[in-house]
């Protein structure tokens, strides 16, 4: 185990180390912030570098760690990273990523994600939960959004 930024690294992926206060009770912590596994798919090879990759990522959340494969190179159909996500940012489904040269569309997959209650703003609750709200009509639609532009200078 080593830090690094904020972060302690172990054997699955990153822990997120913060200062508790005095009174501090964990089942009413407030956190908008997950990691999860996301795939990026119709990235062309010139762009199969970690930096590049980091870079591209950086449109969805804080990049944490590629996985293995996608170091190696060894599956082709699609990078993959851990990620460290605000649930109350948009999740695109596409990222348009833009040189001076060449744009293309690369598709964005989240293996899994939390519950997220976008009422409360709290990860493990869901708004179904929420009967009066959902009983009113004032369910709230989904929160994927449809892309996001990415410009990269490599």
Known sequence: MGSRDGFLEVIFGFLETFCLDKDFVPTTMESTKTQAWVRIYSLPLEYWRPKVIFSIIK???TPLALDENTMRKKMGMFARMLVNIDMLSPLFDH???ERSDYTFIAGVEYEWLPPFCSHCKMIGQELAQYRVIHDQGRALGSQHKS????????
């Open 59 to 61: 449109g969805l959340g």
């Open 95 to 97: 990222l348009w990523v």
């Open 147 to 154: 892309s996001q532009k990415i410009i990269s200078n490599e």
